[in-house]
């Protein structure tokens, strides 16, 4: 009976913990880009797409673009992957990664969109590994 | 009178029926039991209308009424009469208004097998219909548009596929079917009667349960087959949304076995049909009231009914957990003894962790939220959800496993563990097997070798209870297909491998044995039928494939389309990524087409490598633009950055001067184009030789999913295992009382049959 009841408790505690810090370890916060670049782990920021800057490395299948942030600061963000279908539409794109050498990094992107009806669209797009 | 109208009054007379139902059976609850009847009269015409407004509207779809802004903003004429079934549930609306429909037509199953709980759980039940009356009476699906459009904007290519016309109907029985339980269970609390709820709600947990799973697993082929990122779940917040209520049904399921078999967890049952439904209207809430917006790939739009989904999912939070805590001290069930490992403690373990996985997806989900009152709102990486769920899928593997030799009760220790012998023997040999052909990640071999054990044990006991009591293997057959469905989710996504291919026509890549070649596309990049044209070629087997590849005007952008070759072993996941033609101005000599980005190692001699364009300049005064292409420039002694400068004129005229590379060559732009980027390149001088090069060039992603067919088989085997257990828990349910024998409710004093537990 009360083994019973160390064993179930001992299961939760130790899941709780365990939840706990994983959760603290993923959670991405959003950050400013001078943030991002300090930031050692990873993070999600947000800015307006400066057009003239996006290029496509056909060969490593890497997408560049360059983000400004309402501040007018510049990003450069690097985007193993598909270019989003709606990318050039985009008001607003939001990257989650990491900054490596020079240029963020980005696993995922949620591009936002006008939409004609609903006002903004977000869809959302994964890097490959 | 015009149809808005028309559609507003027929919603407005479900709001009133719904009322007046509601009403009825209050004073039902109380003692004019003769109100009874009109509580059922009641709903059954505001069934009628519940349901009569859902089918107005796909009339309304159908009949192309794009005055209504509902129905402008998702289909369009030349939207194919099937695919106005996905238009109806493809807002917000729309899936309100089905999750009415489902809600009213269960009701009237519920209503005619709850014996003495009819006035009290109706009353509950009906609560969930009048929110949601509220919500589509405030944005009306029928409101018509401020500007009228004489076509509508059309529907989303991604939803016009066939599992998205089956995919919400039944989610959204899964969630109308949630709302049950907890009815009865709020029915139960006010009459102090802790017992026999169980028997009532008990099908209709493992029908919710059972339709959610299903639902959920749709969603998941849908993204496999349409989205073509490789995978089928994706962590996002409305697949948690499915997530969180499916999981509460079934700890909600394992619960009430150990009330029905041992009378024991009286309480937590309650909690978690609460929770369960709780967790539908929080998903709601997440989903739909724009909260979420900055962290999901669906597009939440804020109605202005937040107001309302906060309300709602404040009421049924206070009205469920205070119930529940008034009560529970009156609530007392019978406290365990004997042995440990037992079936009942390996059932409450069980319980133990799939609420540990509901609760961690809950926090994942809510990590936004619960964030932002600390500062920054975060959002978790999905790592958090992987890195959570490893040792919950071991420990429920492990578990899954146990159950048949602790369901044989009159067994002795010695012969459960001669009966496990075989499966686990059988287990060993196929997790080393597994384990040499290179299925090696980190802790996965042990969870390997307990999901095998899982399926084989499960599989003995199946065939045992399928031959003496049919009606009884629900569960095994369940569990079967649990122990599959862990399976696929290892070996497709763990050992899932990807390789990108650059292909030009006539050109062969290799990826995991297999020789693709690119044959060229078919048909116009602006039809939907547009696909890339591969061979593929493996063991001397040749077949076709054909990923989709076009521009959608709906999304602006080009759609992809994945071709999936499915096989038993794995599925051969082919995905497009990017497709660059060249302008047809290439016949001239010295005429060369970059895509973005696009590096040519030899071009005349020349590396050149197109970055992109400087910012257009425009002069208002001359009347033109220009633009300028970055060419990245190696060879011939030179290295660095040409700008070749195109001007366009507003005659038309084009001018392209040439910009000196290096020994006499030069380099101009004549034409660019801006989606997808691309330019065409003229060059000029002693070094320029005409090539034949080919420059219809894509590159592909093919990834391998390794058994990942063992999720679509073992889903079905949830499912009719699922569909077994409901059949057998309706079974329990007191006789039906239709055609209701209406003088004898009104005029009978006696209190109605009593529900009996066996």
């Known amino acids: 009976m009360k083994a019973r009841y160390i064993i179930a408790l001992v299961i939760i505690i130790g899941f709780a913990v365990y939840g706990a810090v994983s959760l603290k370890t993923s959670l991405t916060p959003y950050v400013s880009f001078a943030e991002a670049k300090s930031s050692p782990q990873t993070v999600q920021v947000m800015g307006e797409l400066e057009k003239s800057a996006t290029r496509y490395d056909t060969t490593a299948g890497l997408l560049y673009f360059t983000l400004k942030d309402k501040h007018g600061d510049l990003l450069e963000v690097s985007y193993k992957g598909i270019r989003p279908g709606n990318f050039d539409q985009a008001t607003q794109i939001v990257a989650i990664g990491d900054y490596k050498e020079k240029v963020f990094e980005a696993d995922q992107l949620l591009v936002k969109c006008p939409s004609k009806y609903q006002g903004e669209e977000v869809q959302s797009y994964k890097a490959e590994k | 009178m015009n149809v808005s109208l028309f559609g507003n009054l027929v919603l407005g007379a479900a709001l009133t029926f719904c009322v007046l139902s509601i009403t009825s059976y209050c004073y039902a609850w109380g003692q004019a039991k003769g109100t009874l009847v009109w509580g059922r009269r009641f709903y059954w015409v505001s069934t009628i209308f519940s349901v009569g407004s859902l089918v107005y509207l796909f009339f309304l779809f159908v009949t192309k009424h794009y005055e209504i802004t509902y129905v402008a903003e998702y289909s369009s004429s030349d939207l194919p009469f099937h695919y106005l079934f996905a238009s109806v549930w493809a807002g917000q609306q729309g899936s309100f208004l089905l999750w009415l429909g489902w809600s009213a037509i269960l009701g009237l199953f519920m209503q005619k097998r709850l014996g003495e709980y009819e006035e009290r759980g109706m009353f509950f039940y009906l609560l969930v219909q009048l929110f949601l009356l509220f919500i589509l009476v405030k944005r009306s699906p029928f409101a018509l548009a401020a500007t009228p459009m004489a076509d509508g904007r059309g529907l989303n290519p991604l939803l016009q596929d066939y599992w998205m016309v089956i995919h919400p109907p039944v989610m ?101 049909a609460v929770t369960a439904f709780l967790l539908v209207v929080y998903g709601t809430f997440l989903t739909r009231s724009g909260v979420l917006a900055d962290f999901s790939v669906h597009s939440f739009v804020d109605l202005g009914i937040n107001g309302f989904l906060v309300l709602f999912l404040l009421t049924f939070i206070v009205v469920g957990y205070g119930m529940l805590f008034w009560r529970a001290r009156e609530i007392k069930g019978p406290v365990y003894s004997g042995p440990i490992v037992n079936q009942d403690f390996n059932v409450l373990l069980m319980i133990l962790f799939i609420s540990l996985s509901a609760f961690m997806v809950l926090l994942g989900t809510s990590s936004p939220l619960i964030t932002r009152l600390f500062g920054q709102p975060s959002n978790v990486e999905i790592s958090y959800y992987v890195k959570t769920h490893l040792p919950i899928g071991i420990a429920i593997a492990f578990l899954v496993g146990l159950s048949p030799y602790l369901f044989w009760r009159s067994a002795t220790p010695y012969e459960k563990i001669r009966k496990a012998l075989w499966p686990a023997i059988l287990a060993l040999v196929c997790a080393v097997l597994t384990f040499a052909v290179g299925f090696r990640e980190g802790i996965y071999p042990l969870f ?109 952008g080009y759609m992809r389309k994945p071709a999936i070759q499915k096989g038993i072993m794995y599925d051969l996941y082919i995905s497009p990524i990017n497709h660059s033609r060249a302008s047809e101005a290439t016949s001239e000599p010295g005429m060369l087409a970059f895509a973005d980005g696009e590096t040519k190692e030899d071009a005349f001699g020349y590396k050149i490598t197109f970055k992109g364009f400087t910012e257009p300049k425009m002069n208002p005064a001359a009347g033109e633009v220009s633009i300028a292409a970055l060419l990245e420039v190696a060879g011939y002694g030179v290295s660095g950055v040409r700008k070749p400068v195109l001007t366009i004129k507003n005659s038309g005229e084009r001018v392209s001067p040439p910009v000196e590379l290096s020994n006499g060559n030069t380099v101009a732009l004549i034409d660019a184009r801006p989606d997808p980027r691309q330019v065409a390149l003229k060059f000029a001088g002693p070094s320029v030789v005409p090539t034949a090069a080919s420059q219809d060039l894509v590159s592909i992603e093919v990834s391998k999913k390794p058994l990942i067919i063992l999720v679509w088989l073992g889903t079905f085997l949830v499912t009719i295992g699922g569909i077994i257990s409901v059949i057998r828990r309706s079974k329990e349910l007191p006789p039906s009382k239709f055609p209701i024998d209406l003088t004898k409710a009104e005029t009978s004093s006696e209190p109605p049959k009593v529900l009996t537990t066996k």
Request: aromatic share 18%; net charge positive.
């Open chain 2, 172 to 272: 959204f029985l899964g969630f109308a079917a949630m709302a049950i339980p907890f009815a009865l269970a709020m029915a139960a609390l006010t009459r102090r009667e802790y017992k026999n709820w169980v028997t009532a709600a008990f099908p209709w947990v493992n029908f919710g349960r059972m339709v959610l799973g299903t639902a959920i697993i749709m969603g998941g082929f849908w993204a496999y087959k349409v989205l073509g990122w490789g995978g089928y779940w994706g962590w996002d917040p409305v697949e948690n949304a499915s997530l969180m209520p499916f999981l509460g049904a079934l700890a909600l399921t394992h619960g009430f076995l150990i009330q029905k078999n041992k009378g024991s967890l009286p309480k937590t049952n309650f909690f978690l």
């Open chain 2, 448 to 556: 390997h070798f307990l999901t095998f054990f899982a399926l084989f044990s499960n599989v003995v006991i199946f065939f045992r209870s399928a031959t003496s009591r049919p009606v009884n293997s629900g569960g095994h057959l369940s569990h079967i297909g649990v122990s599959m469905l862990l399976a696929g989710f290892i070996f497709s996504s763990v050992y899932s491998q990807e390789k990108r291919l650059n292909l030009t026509i006539g050109e062969k890549g290799e990826a995991f044995g297999y020789t693709l070649a690119y044959k060229g596309t078919e048909g116009d990049l602006k039809q939907t039928e547009n696909a890339l044209i591969f061979t593929v070629e493996h063991k001397g087997e040749k077949t076709e494939a054909r990923p989709r590849f076009y521009w959608s005007d709906y999304s602006q």
